[in-house]
Nanobody, 126 residues
Framework: QVRLVESGGGLVQAGGSLRLSCVVS????????MGWFRQAPGKEREFVAS????????GYADFVSGRFTISRDDAKNTVYLQMNSPKTEDTAVYYC???????????????????WGQGTQVTVSS
């Protein structure tokens, strides 16, 4: 059984930094296509970033604009989302997602992922 557990959320000031972690169990993270999504109140869940299995190839939503970085530590079976210079509009619950399928394209849709974490709240204050 694959399990994803996020941590690292909290309150951060706009312009600060925050690092989210997603620990994977039940599968080797290097064999999973991993992504981060977020959902603000009253809005649909949206894609933030992804990293392909086995290779370090990443994809980002346009609104990231170079502020966030997704990375993977295979030794710790963990995926990270480094959030630099967050804005108040980045306030949301952030979810880690994983999928065992192979894809050369960036997976940006919720339906493309089989495994989900419980989410971690990120609140950015002005």
């Amino acid at each position: 059984q694959v399990r994803l557990v996020e941590s690292g959320g909290g309150l951060v000031q706009a312009g600060g930094s925050l690092r989210l972690s997603c620990v994977v169990s039940g599968r080797t993270v290097s064999n999973l296509y991993m992504g981060w999504f977020r959902q603000a109140p009253g809005k649909e869940r949206e894609f933030v970033a992804s990293i392909r299995r086995r290779v370090v190839s990443t994809g980002y939503a346009d609104f990231v604009s170079g502020r966030f970085t997704i990375s993977r530590d295979d030794a710790k079976n963990t995926v990270y989302l480094q959030m630099n210079s967050p804005k108040t509009e980045d306030t949301a619950v952030y979810y880690c997602a994983g999928d065992g399928g192979i894809s050369s394209a960036t997976k940006t849709h919720v339906r493309e992922y089989d495994y989900w974490g419980q989410g971690t709240q990120v609140t950015v204050s002005s």
